[in-house]
């Protein structure tokens, strides 16, 4: 059974910084492409950045050079640095994995 799980969502004032984590079980871990998404209030879920298992990334370009995707294969786990926040990045965000999602966390940036 595979499960993801996202961790590190809050509240922060515009400029902040918040880290992500997403723990990952059922998978082979190692190999595989993780990808973060986020889906704001009345919107379209999007890509917000994707990593593949050789440690390539990818970003939107929204986001490009304020947020950073890493994985750590000894510990399952993919993380999204987010730094300088707007509040347009208030969303859900979730972690992926082929067809599976996690059950997202909220991340809210007040200005």
């Known amino acids: 059974q595979v499960q993801l799980v996202e961790s590190g969502g809050g509240l922060v004032q515009a400029g902040g910084s918040l880290r992500l984590s997403c723990a990952a079980s059922?998978?082979?871990?190692?190999?595989?492409?993780m990808g973060w998404y986020r889906q704001a209030p009345g919107k379209q879920r999007e890509l917000v950045a994707t990593i593949t298992g050789g440690g390539y990334t990818n970003y939107a370009d929204s986001v490009k050079g304020r947020f950073t995707i890493s994985r750590d294969n000894r510990k399952n786990t993919v993380y999204l640095q987010m730094n300088s926040l707007k509040p347009d990045d208030t969303a859900v965000y979730y972690c992926?994995?082929?067809?599976?999602w996690g059950q997202g966390t909220q991340v809210t940036v007040s200005s």
């Open positions: 992926n994995a082929k067809i599976w």
């Open positions: 059922g998978i082979i871990f190692s190999i595989s492409n």
